[in-house]
T-cell receptor, first 114, second 114 residues
Framework: DQQVKQNSPSLSVQEGRISILNCDYTNSMFDYFLWYKKYPAEGPTFLISISSIKDKNEDGRFTVFLNKSAKHLSLHIVPSQPGDSAVYFCAASPSGAGSYQLTFGKGTKLSVIP | ETGVTQSPTHLIKTRGQQVTLRCSSQSGHNTVSWYQQALGQGPQFIFQYYREEENGRGNFPPRFSGLQFPNYSSELNVNALELDDSALYLC?????????????FGSGTRLTVV
């Protein structure tokens, strides 16, 4: 049973437009959420995170929105750039028991078209 | 500041054999976590080592074992290899055991079992 779901395996966006990547979770114990970016032949790189006490966190072109009641989060990239083309993973962690581990979604491959 | 390094980068083993993967943690980090990423899936937590002791374990059988050394480097050992063990194995280091402290991932070891 997947506790973190990224239902879009891929997404194509024109350069300069907004990219929106979505993530749903089922475990109510999750209260910290992270996005990682992965290029081929490299390990995942931390991008941005959000705690469940917030509904939005912004870092430059990247913004993460959290809707706790819907158990849904999204990553917005504005404006999208060709260098953003990568696989994006959503990950979640509880704050109590099990806080040592991240549960990942399957990833969304973003392609930004010049 | 050196990042997380993993060796070897690629490995081919025969079913039933044993394999050891190695990881050097980032300078200043005292915790190492191991993840398995099968093709088309997100990384899945295997276990974590903190101060040379196993700090948590995911849903993996006992033939997956590990070690952490006084310099915080780590090994992942897999006995009696099965075809389904073919995957990218990622090592991540951090300061402290909580996933929210931020992981730095290595580039991974690609294991193929034939």
């Amino acid at each position: 049973d997947q506790q973190v779901k990224q239902n879009s395996p891929s997404l194509s966006v024109q350069e300069g437009r907004i990219s929106i990547l979505n993530c749903d979770y089922t475990n109510s114990m999750f209260d910290y959420f992270l996005w990682y970016k992965k290029y081929p032949a490299e390990g995942p790189t931390f991008l941005i995170s959000i705690s469940s006490i917030k509904d939005k966190n912004e870092d430059g072109r990247f913004t993460v929105f959290l809707n706790k009641s819907a158990k849904h989060l999204s990553l917005h990239i504005v404006p999208s750039q060709p260098g953003d083309s990568a696989v994006y993973f959503c990950a979640a962690s509880p704050s109590g028991a099990g806080s040592y581990q991240l549960t990942f979604g399957k990833g969304t491959k973003l392609s930004v078209i010049p | 500041e050196t990042g997380v390094t993993q060796s070897p980068t690629h490995l081919i083993k025969t079913r039933g054999q044993q394999v050891t993967l190695r990881c050097s943690s980032q300078s200043g980090h005292n915790t190492v976590s191991w993840y398995q990423q099968a093709l088309g899936q997100g990384p899945q937590f295997i276990f974590q080592y903190y101060r040379e002791e196993e700090n948590g374990r995911g849903n993996f059988p006992p033939r997956f074992s590990g070690l952490q050394f006084p310099n915080y480097s780590s090994e992942l050992n897999v006995n009696a290899l099965e075809l389904d063990d073919s995957a990218l194995y990622l090592c991540a280091s951090s300061w402290g055991g909580r996933a929210t402290y931020g992981y730095t991932f290595g580039s991974g070891t690609r294991l193929t079992v034939v």
